[in-house]
């Protein structure tokens, strides 16, 4: 049976000079969750946010669940830090563990929930021997380091291909996906199998409009395109 949906505004396109301000209109609004892109300059060529900012949402008030998107190499030394930051979900890409078994379990006994993210080439085989250990599986629709880029359309297979595999293992996981994720595309993204929906640009847009309200709309239209 399919989770729940959750839309989870990705921060990065949010005004950081504004930014709990910011997530405070996107809760308000019905999101359901946080996204919280971290990246490194190594793994990817951009640079954004770590621990302190994400321990900052935590003081602010923020109380939904924050899913910290690690695109970190290596990954394991951060880990605990965004775990004591509040992090509910961490998650992190295979090419950037030596021990994927072993980085998954560290993000468990750390307390939080665990998962794997695929680029748009990465193989959904490295799940063969870690699914018990997977909270959710997160399929990248873009290539990582940038938001306001077009859905990769191949995605859409790889996202059946991925529900199939979670629904035969029987286990409760998430299947998120992210980038270039709209109220126009989000029906045809969630037929395909996915339950949680990371949007950046497609929420908070590109003028750094400071009207709440408009966050209201948008997330609505999402609803009722889920909805059908
Ligand atoms: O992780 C990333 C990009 O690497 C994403 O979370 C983007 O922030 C999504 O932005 P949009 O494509 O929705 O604008």
Do not use: W
Not at 34 to 54: A, E, Q, R
Not at 80 to 95: L, R, V
Request: aromatic share 6%; glycine share 8%; net charge negative.
């Amino acid at each position: 049976m399919m989770a729940p949906d959750l839309i989870a505004p990705s921060i990065l396109s949010a005004d950081f000079a504004r930014l709990g301000e910011e997530v405070d209109h996107v809760l308000a609004a019905g999101a359901d969750i946080v996204h919280f892109d971290v990246m490194d300059n190594h793994y990817v060529p951009n640079l954004t946010i770590g621990p302190l900012v994400c321990e900052a949402l935590r003081k602010h008030g923020v109380t939904a669940p924050i899913d910290v998107h690690l695109m970190v190499k290596p990954v394991d030394r951060i880990i605990p830090d965004f775990a004591a930051a509040g992090a509910t979900y961490i998650t992190f890409h295979p090419e950037a563990s030596e021990h994927i078994d072993r980085t998954l379990q560290l993000i468990r006994n750390e307390g939080c929930k665990a998962g794997l993210v695929f680029n748009p080439a990465t193989s959904l085989s490295y799940l063969d021997y870690v699914m018990d250990k997977v909270d959710m599986v997160l399929l990248m629709s873009v290539n990582p380091g940038f938001g306001g880029q077009s859905f990769i359309p191949e995605t859409m297979e790889k996202l059946r291909q991925a529900r199939k595999l979670i629904d035969a293992s029987g286990l409760e996981i998430r299947l998120e996906v992210d980038g270039g994720v709209k109220a126009d595309n989000i029906g045809a993204i969630k037929a395909a199998g996915a339950d949680t929906f990371v949007s950046g640009s497609g929420i908070f847009g590109k003028g750094r409009d400071s009207d709440p309200h408009r966050y209201d709309s948008i997330i609505q239209e999402m609803r009722q395109e889920l909805a059908r």
